[in-house]
C-alpha cells in the first residue's frame, strides 16, 4: 500500500511543520516592533488564506477536467469534494484569524474591507457548493451539476472581487492597510513566513489526501451495498413460483411482466 | 430557435396567468416585506429613504428566488422538463424561454416593489431611465443565475432553502452595482452616463453568458 505510505509521510512531515512554525513564530521570532506580539498572527493568517485559494483553484481545476470529455473521471469529481472541503475549513480559518488580528488592530472584529468581504462571500459561495452535493442523486448527475457549479463560482470570484473593490474605492479611500504593509518583514520572520506556507500546504495535502480516501471508501461501500441487494432479489427471483403461490393465496393477482425499459431510471 | 423558445416563454406565461402565483402570491409577499422594513426600522423616515435603493435589491432578489423555484417546480410536475428534452427542444431556447417569462414576470414585480417603495419610503428619483435600464440589466443577471441552479438544484430530496443558499452569493456583484445605480438615480443630474450602470449592465452580459452557458450540462443528466 504505497498510497498508505505516501499518505501517512505526508502527515508527519505536515504536522512536524506545524510544530515547527509554532515554535519558530511563538518563541524564536522577536516582537515586531510596532504591532508586537500581534505581529505573530503574520505566521499563520496569510498561509492560511493562500491555502484557501488554493484550494478552491484544485477544485475548479478537477472539476474542468470533470467536465471535459476526454478525462471525464469520477476521480475528479473526489478531488474537487475533498479539495473544496479543505478549501472552507480554511476561508473559515482565515477569517476568525484576520478577526483575531483586526480587534486589537483596527479596534473592530469586522470591517467591510474589500478583501475581507470578498472573502466571506468566497466563503458562503463553497458552503453552497457543498450544500448543492448533499442532494441525493447518481454520482454522475451530482459529479456533472457540482463540477458546473463550482466552474461558476471560478468565474463569479474575480467579479465579487472587482465589484467590492469598487464598491469601497468609489465612495472612500482605500482604509485599510493591507496585512504587513507597515511592517517589514526580513530575516528570521522572513524564514518563519515561508515556513508558514510550506506546512500549511502540507497540511492541506494531506487533508484532502485523506477525504478523497474517505470519498473512495463511500464510493466503494456504495457499490458492495448495491451489489448485495442485487444478490438478495436474485435471491428471491430463483424461487419466483413460490412467491407468485403466496401471492396468489394472499388474494392479490399475479403481477404483470414489466417491460425492462419501464423499469429502468429515465435519463 | 426563436421560435421554441417563444412556445416555452409562452407556456410559462399561461401557467402564471392560470395560476396566478406571482400575481397573487409573490408580489403580495413583496409589499409585506417592505412594510415590515417600516415595523422593523421603526419608520425612521430619513433613514428608510437612504436605505430605499438597498432595500429595494434586497426585496426583489428575495421575491424572485421564489418566481425561481416556482418555474422549475412546473417543470418537476409531471417531468415536464424531461418531455421538453424528448421533443428534441434545445437546451438554449429552454434557457431562453423560461428567461424570458421569468424576467416578464420579474419587471412587473420590481415596478410595483418600486413603486411601493417610492410611496412608503420617499427617496427622491432624479433618473427614471437610469432605474429602468439598471433593473433589467440585473433582472437578466438575476434570472440567468436562478435558471442555472434552479436546474442544478432541482431534484425530489432537495428543499426549496438550498436555492437561495446558492444563489445570494454568486450574485452579490448584481446586487451591490444595481443598488449603486438607484443611489446615483436618486440625484437630479445623474443619467444614463452613470460608471455604475456601465459595471452592473457588464456583469448582466457576463451573468447572461454564464446561464447560458451553464444551464444546458446543468439541466442534462
Same mark, same amino acid.
Given at each position: ?63 474542468? *477536467? ?49 478583501? *475581507? ?7 458562503? *459561495? ?10 441525493? *442523486? ?130 | ?27 403580495? +409577499? ?25 432595500? +429595494?435589491?434586497?426585496? #426583489?432578489?428575495?421575491?424572485?428566488? !421564489? ?17 421538453? #428534452?424528448? !421533443?428534441?427542444?434545445?437546451?438554449? =431556447? ?26 412608503? +419610503? ?26 442555472? !441552479?434552479?436546474?442544478?438544484? @432541482? @431534484?425530489?430530496?432537495?428543499?426549496? @432553502? ?16 444595481? =443598488? ?22 457588464? +456583469? ?18
Amino acid at each position: 500500500m504505497t498510497s498508505t505510505l505516501v499518505r501517512k509521510a505526508v502527515g508527519v512531515t505536515s504536522l512536524v511543520l506545524v510544530a515547527a512554525t509554532v515554535v519558530m513564530g511563538l518563541f524564536v521570532t522577536p516582537p515586531d516592533v510596532v504591532q508586537g506580539n500581534l505581529a505573530r498572527l503574520l505566521y499563520v493568517h496569510p498561509p492560511v488564506a493562500w491555502v484557501a485559494y488554493l484550494a478552491y483553484g484544485v477544485t475548479s481545476i478537477a472539476s474542468g *477536467l470533470y467536465l471535459w470529455r476526454p478525462t471525464r473521471s469520477l476521480k475528479w469529481d473526489r478531488i474537487a469534494v475533498a479539495s473544496a472541503e479543505v478549501g472552507v475549513v480554511f476561508t473559515g480559518l482565515t477569517l476568525v484569524t484576520g478577526s483575531i488580528w483586526g480587534r486589537p488592530a483596527w479596534g473592530v472584529w469586522w470591517t467591510w474591507d474589500a478583501r *475581507l468581504t470578498s472573502t466571506a462571500i468566497l466563503f458562503v *459561495l463553497y458552503l453552497g457548493y457543498l450544500a448543492l452535493r448533499r442532494i441525493p *442523486l447518481s454520482a454522475e448527475t451530482r459529479a456533472k451539476r457540482s463540477a458546473v457549479a463550482a466552474l461558476i463560482a471560478f468565474i463569479d470570484v474575480p467579479i465579487v472581487h472587482e465589484s467590492v473593490v469598487w464598491w469601497r474605492t468609489l465612495h472612500q479611500g482605500a482604509t485599510v492597510a493591507t496585512l504587513g504593509a507597515n511592517t517589514k518583514v526580513h530575516g528570521i520572520m522572513a524564514w518563519t513566513l515561508l515556513l508558514g506556507f510550506v506546512a500549511f500546504t502540507m497540511v492541506y495535502i494531506w487533508m484532502a489526501m485523506l477525504r478523497y480516501r474517505v470519498e473512495t471508501m463511500a464510493a466503494e461501500i456504495e457499490s458492495t451495498q448495491l451489489e448485495a441487494w442485487e444478490a438478495e432479489r436474485m435471491a428471491e427471483a430463483g424461487a419466483p413460483d413460490a412467491a407468485i403461490g403466496r401471492l396468489l393465496e394472499s388474494g392479490a393477482r399475479a403481477p404483470k411482466e414489466v417491460p425492462a425499459d419501464q423499469g429502468a431510471t429515465p435519463k | 430557435m426563436i421560435r421554441r423558445a417563444w412556445a416555452v416563454a409562452r407556456k410559462d406565461m399561461l401557467i402564471e396567468y392560470h395560476s396566478r402565483v406571482a400575481l397573487n402570491q409573490v408580489i403580495p +409577499f413583496a409589499l409585506a416585506v417592505l412594510l415590515t422594513f417600516g415595523f422593523a426600522l421603526d419608520t425612521r423616515d430619513q433613514l428608510l429613504a437612504e436605505i430605499a435603493p438597498g432595500l +429595494f435589491w434586497v426585496v #426583489v432578489l428575495f421575491s424572485s428566488l !421564489y418566481l425561481i423555484a416556482r418555474s422549475f417546480r412546473v417543470e418537476r410536475e409531471n417531468a415536464a422538463m424531461e418531455g421538453l #428534452v424528448l !421533443y428534441g427542444i434545445d437546451p438554449m =431556447a429552454i434557457f431562453l424561454g423560461k428567461l424570458a417569462a421569468l424576467a416578464v414576470q420579474m419587471l412587473v414585480l420590481e415596478a410595483v416593489a418600486a413603486a411601493g417603495i417610492v410611496i412608503l +419610503f420617499n427617496p427622491p428619483v432624479g433618473s427614471l431611465g437610469l432605474l429602468a435600464i439598471s433593473a433589467l440589466a440585473a433582472t437578466l443577471a438575476i434570472g440567468s443565475i436562478g435558471l442555472v !441552479y434552479g436546474a442544478l438544484s @432541482s @431534484s425530489e430530496h432537495s428543499g426549496e @432553502s438550498l436555492l437561495p443558499l446558492l444563489v445570494i452569493p454568486v450574485l452579490a456583484p448584481i446586487v451591490i452595482s444595481a =443598488a449603486k445605480c438607484w443611489s446615483d438615480a436618486e440625484s437630479a443630474g445623474a443619467g444614463i452616463y452613470d460608471p455604475w450602470l456601465k459595471i452592473v449592465s457588464i +456583469f448582466g452580459a457576463v451573468f447572461l453568458a454564464v446561464g447560458a452557458a451553464g444551464f444546458g450540462p446543468a439541466m442534462e443528466d
